[in-house]
């Protein structure tokens, strides 16, 4: 079993609607992140979160430390957003990181 | 500007043959590690280092080797050991100590023929 869990897997959405990709993890963190990686491969660090909410643009981040579990939201979506969204949560104990599978977002115009 | 480089972006080797990943960063960050990505599974931790002359064995370290001779840099080598090599390699850096941010490099794209 993965410590990091997302879904889905994939999504394909409506340019406009609003996205929620989930991740569930099982192991004590310090931190979480949303990552999102483009077709190339290279990866960008969206949000680094401990606790509550932040918000960047259209692009929203939760976290529930309680129930081990953070979501990430996209308002009004775009082509553009297109991406492979991944979470990754740092151990709390050292400096290991755990990563998610991944959810592959298509948002079609 | 600052960040991370790797290069080739992509490359070919044959089978049996030995491969170093060069990756470079100039943001003085402590830490460097080397990621394994294949499709349909999370990254996976090959090599990491959190000071210069010192690095720690990943979850799948075996194939591989590193060397942390300077701060900027860290190269991968992938050794004909390892059974199967094709993958898509990315490197990160972060400041060591706290909880920070880990910035990554574009990947290499290692094909083995």
């Known amino acids: 079993k993965n410590e990091v869990e997302q879904s889905p897997q994939n999504l394909t959405a409506q340019e406009g609607e609003f996205i929620t990709i989930n991740c569930s993890y099982s192991?004590?963190?310090?931190?979480l992140h949303w990552l999102q990686q483009h077709p190339g491969g290279g990866i960008v660090s969206l949000f680094m979160?401990?606790?509550g909410k932040k918000k960047h643009g259209r692009l929203i981040a939760t976290i529930n430390i309680q129930e081990k579990h953070s979501s990430l939201h996209i308002t009004a979506s775009h082509p553009r957003d297109s991406a492979v969204y991944i979470c990754?949560?740092?151990?709390?104990?050292?400096?290991?990181?755990?990563f998610g599978t991944g959810t592959s977002l298509t948002v079609i115009p | 500007d600052g960040g991370i480089t790797q290069s080739p972006k992509y490359l070919f080797r044959k089978e049996g043959q030995n491969v170093t990943l060069s990756c470079e960063q100039n943001?003085?960050?402590?830490?460097m590690y080397w990621y394994r990505q294949d499709p349909g599974q999370g990254l996976r931790l090959i090599y990491y280092?959190?000071?210069?002359?010192?690095?720690q064995k990943g979850d799948i370290a075996e194939g591989y080797s590193v060397s942390r001779e300077k701060k900027e840099s860290f190269p991968l080598t992938v050794t004909s050991a390892q059974k199967n090599p094709t993958a898509f390699y990315l490197c990160?850096?972060?400041?060591?100590?706290?909880?920070?941010?880990?910035?990554f490099g574009p990947g290499t794209r290692l094909t083995v023929l």
């Open positions: 990160a850096s972060k400041m060591s100590g706290g909880v920070n941010e880990q910035f």
């Open positions: 192991v004590g963190i310090s931190a």
């Open positions: 979160l401990s606790s």
């Open positions: 990754a949560v740092r151990s709390g104990t050292g400096n290991q990181f755990y």
């Open positions: 943001l003085n960050h402590d830490a």
């Open positions: 280092s959190q000071i210069v002359n010192d690095f």
